[in-house]
């Protein structure tokens, strides 16, 4: 699977965490897209660093996917789907540490 399919896959990812994170403020009106892409920016920008370095790596060495494998459970060698659960965990692990 080519690098930047596992790129968009990682950005979709982040894309479908916030789209779901955001609904519980668009249900009550109380949505401003602004403070949403402020409150965001960093976040997202972390995660689709950690996503581009992750897939220069598997580039570099595919053998590392067998580590994030047995560490973090996610083949992200071969599968679309693992890419994007991984744009999607990114961002949930950033959410948790900083509550």
Do not use: H, Q
Request: one cysteine or more; glycine letters at 10%.
């Amino acid at each position: 699977m080519g690098n930047i399919l596992m790129i968009v896959m990682g950005g979709l990812g982040i894309l479908i965490y916030n789209l779901f994170k955001a609904k519980e403020y668009i249900a009550t009106n109380s949505f401003k897209p602004d403070i949403f892409m402020k409150e965001n920016f960093a976040i997202w920008l972390w995660a689709f660093c950690v996503i581009v370095v992750a897939s220069l790596i598997l580039y570099i060495e595919p053998k590392a996917n067998d580590v994030i494998k047995s560490l973090f459970g996610l083949d992200l060698a071969n599968t679309k789907t693992g890419w994007l659960l991984f744009g999607i965990g990114l961002c949930g692990l950033f959410r948790n540490i900083k509550k």
